[in-house]
């Protein structure tokens, strides 16, 4: 199972960009997705969380700005960023639990590769 992660990029403060991640290899079913971002010297935090069924929960830090979403046919997770601001600057890292395998089924964590944002003031 591979999760890729697209869509960072420079943009100036207010301004707006969409992560997309998609996950893919033997995969039975895609249960909760996250984005994480981290900046250097910092532990990773969560930013953003999709369950299966739709339900979603934020770091009040972006709650009303950042929107994730998510396409199960497709194991795609998306997170929409909106105002922004240069203390989101970060790399920004997919994690999806997935069940996955051929006749033997496994459960496990994954992360993507990270995509870097950076929000110029």
């Known amino acids: 199972v591979q999760l890729q992660a697209c869509g960072g990029g420079l943009v100036q403060a207010g301004g707006s960009l969409r992560l997309s991640c998609a996950a893919s290899?033997?995969?039975?079913?895609?249960?909760?997705m996250y984005w994480y971002r981290q900046t250097p010297g910092k532990q990773r935090e969560l930013v953003a969380t999709i369950t299966s069924g739709g339900l979603t929960n934020y770091t009040d830090l972006v709650k009303g700005r950042f929107t994730i979403s998510r396409d199960n046919a497709k194991n795609l997770v998306y997170l929409q960023m909106n105002g922004l601001k240069p203390e989101d600057t970060a790399v920004y890292y997919c994690n999806a639990d997935v069940v996955y395998g051929r006749g033997t089924y496994y459960g496990s964590t994954f992360w993507g590769q990270g995509t870097e944002v950076t929000v110029s003031s």
């Open positions: 290899g033997n995969i039975v079913r895609v249960n909760g």
